[in-house]
C-alpha cells in the first residue's frame, strides 16, 4: 500500500527555520518524482519544490527560490524540505506527493498520483 506521510510543521517566527519530512512506504523512492505543496485558506494549491529522484534534478517555485531546499535519503525513502528565512506568506498546509515522472514538475499538481494527508505551517510576523 503506497503511503506517503508528512512531518514536521508547525509555528515559527518570520525568519525562522522548519524543515518537513515526508516518509515514503509501499513504492521505490527511485523511480518517482517527488514533489512538495502547499495550499492556503481560499487559495489553490501551488507547487513549491520536486525533486526527480534518478537524476536528483530539483525544481523551485519562485517564491521560493534560495531559501526552501529539497533533498532526499534514499536508503530511509525519505525526502525533506528545508525551509528558511521563513515569510507570513508561506503560511499554509504543506503536502508532498509523489508519481512516476521522467521530469518532476511543480506547475502540474494534477500529475501526481500520490499525496500525503499534509502538515501545517504557520509564520507568525
Known amino acids: 500500500q503506497v503511503q506517503l506521510v508528512e512531518s514536521g510543521g508547525g509555528l515559527v517566527q518570520s525568519g525562522g527555520s522548519l524543515r518537513l519530512s515526508c516518509s515514503a512506504s509501499?513504492?521505490?523512492?527511485?523511480?518517482?518524482?517527488v514533489g512538495w505543496f502547499r495550499q492556503a485558506p481560499g487559495r489553490e494549491r501551488e507547487g513549491v519544490s520536486c525533486?526527480?529522484?534518478?537524476?536528483?534534478?530539483?525544481r523551485y517555485a519562485g517564491s521560493v527560490k534560495g531559501r526552501f531546499i529539497i533533498s532526499v535519503d534514499n536508503g530511509k525513502n525519505m525526502v525533506y524540505l528545508q525551509m528558511n528565512n521563513l515569510k507570513p506568506e508561506d503560511t499554509a498546509q504543506y503536502y508532498c506527493?509523489?508519481?512516476?515522472?521522467?521530469?518532476?514538475?511543480?506547475?502540474?499538481?494534477?500529475?501526481?498520483?500520490?499525496w500525503g494527508q499534509g502538515t501545517q505551517v504557520t509564520v507568525s510576523s
Open positions: 506527493a509523489a508519481a512516476p515522472l521522467p521530469i518532476c514538475t511543480v506547475e502540474v499538481p494534477q500529475l501526481y498520483d500520490y
Open positions: 509501499g513504492f521505490n523512492l527511485d523511480y518517482y518524482s
Open positions: 525533486l526527480t529522484i534518478s537524476s536528483n534534478d530539483t
